[in-house]
């Protein structure tokens, strides 16, 4: 905790003495600067050429604690460099400090010409994970409300939970004109083992969570669910880069639908917005930068289970919401914002900073349950909003696949605050 002061002030420094951004020099990274790699092996990406790298993977956040495992990450060209962007793919097992198991492959993989765009991102998690409630706002179980004629017991803080997750997710985009996709895609979230750990229905009064009593009042078993589905998708994809974009757009737009008869507990549908957009400051350095990210997630019509609704930390590469724990804020509907400055710090390009600022805002639907004696008038979307910001550092690892070591510290609102360690940018 304490280097996280040393650690603003040095990037506060940077900025400060460099507003006009060192010169460029030809660019260096790790690999080459430790020895692994010639400078003059490096260049452009050629056509079939994998760039990987892989090595002992150490993580903190809010959410794991210390995570500790193998992570690798590749990229390549799967057509000419200069009409193809260069896909990726990440993969990693990770044990953690909160006795967790998290393992995932996640893909980026566009075709020769870009004709064809594949994301896919699967998972299988033992996980723990505290919960809030629903909204932004003050929830009900915080305060304690009547069930059934009986006064709960608040519970003002976390409500740790522990499940195991399993995450199918496959999309796959045909080209239709220029940057612009549409596709088809399957959807499979499902939930097991789940034990509320806050839950306690013998004590007097009963502690009731957030988690059991949203399962209890849309009729979900609370300890397993499943939700699956297919979706309709449009994309538009004119990023130059799928790891660490330095222009363009990414527009995602997707209605899902989770049908009974596909395995779903209960049917319901949803519809999700992703919108990462990239500006150049500078057109002698590309790498000063201003990128901005947004996700508008919201379900439509239906019920979907308590750790399907939409929250931060859930988009595919759980990097939304930096300062708080994923699933922190959580609801029917959520809005969510981010910009970040990158800016190279060194000549040669090895080191970056970049600052960067979020906001979130969730809703939580009316509930009026007369057979449990439960009246709630609920939070829209944007009644309350809550703030995160902080700063990083980028050291460049493979300059040719512009693959970077990550660390950023954040500060948010009610405390919140947290370390990240990782390989690739936010977003």
């Known amino acids: 905790m304490t280097r996280r002061p040393a650690l603003a002030a040095v990037l506060v420094a940077g900025w400060g003495a460099g507003l006009a951004l060192p010169a460029r020099a030809e660019e260096r990274d790790l690999l080459e600067l430790v020895g692994l790699r010639k400078p003059a092996e490096r260049g452009e990406p050629r056509p079939g050429e994998l760039m990987w790298f892989a090595l002992p993977a150490f993580g903190v956040s809010p959410t794991v604690g210390v995570a500790y495992g193998l992570a690798g990450s590749a990229a390549i060209a799967l057509g000419p460099p200069e009409s193809t962007i260069v896909s990726s793919a990440s993969a990693s097992v990770m044990l953690t400090t909160k006795d967790q198991l998290l393992s995932s492959v996640k893909t980026v993989l566009l075709t020769s010409g870009n004709e064809w765009e594949l994301l896919g991102d699967l998972r299988y998690y033992a996980f723990a994970e505290p919960t809030y409630g629903l909204g932004t706002g003050t929830t009900p179980v915080s305060g304690g409300f009547v069930l059934n004629g009986i006064d709960t017991q608040a519970l003002p803080g976390e409500q740790p939970m522990r499940f195991q997750y399993v995450k199918v997710h496959e999309t796959v985009f045909r080209q239709v004109s220029g940057p612009a996709y549409v596709g088809l895609g399957y959807h499979l ?203 990083g550092l980028r050291v460049l690892v493979d300059r040719q696949a512009r693959m970077n070591l990550v660390a950023d510290v954040a500060w948010g609102a009610g405390g919140s605050s947290g370390v990240y360690l990782s390989m690739g940018e936010t977003f």
């Open 189 to 391: 979230d499902a939930h097991g083992d789940i034990r509320d750990e806050s839950l306690d229905l013998g004590a007097s009064p009963p502690s009731v969570t957030s988690h059991y009593a949203y399962s209890l009042h849309e009729g979900f078993d609370p300890g397993h669910y499943r939700l699956s589905g297919v979706s309709l998708n449009f994309l538009w994809e004119s990023r130059d880069h799928t790891l660490d974009p330095r222009r363009g757009l990414f527009l995602q737009l997707t209605y899902r639908v989770n049908p009974t008869w596909l395995g779903s507990s209960r049917p319901s549908s949803s519809a999700y917005a992703e919108l990462r957009t990239y500006h150049p400051l500078s057109p002698e350095n590309p790498r000063n930068l201003l990128a901005a990210w947004f996700i508008v997630d919201a379900v439509v019509s239906g019920a979907v289970p308590y750790l399907d609704l939409p929250a931060i930390g859930y988009d595919t590469r759980g990097r939304s919401g930096r300062a708080f724990a994923a699933g922190r804020f959580r609801g029917t509907a959520l809005a969510y914002g981010e910009v970040e400055w990158r800016v190279p710090l060194t000549a040669n390009g090895l080191l970056g900073g970049v600052l960067f600022a979020n906001a979130t805002t969730a809703a939580r639907p009316a509930v009026e349950e007369p057979s449990l004696g439960v009246s709630d008038s609920g939070v829209k979307l944007f009644r309350t909003v809550k703030m995160a910001g902080g700063a």
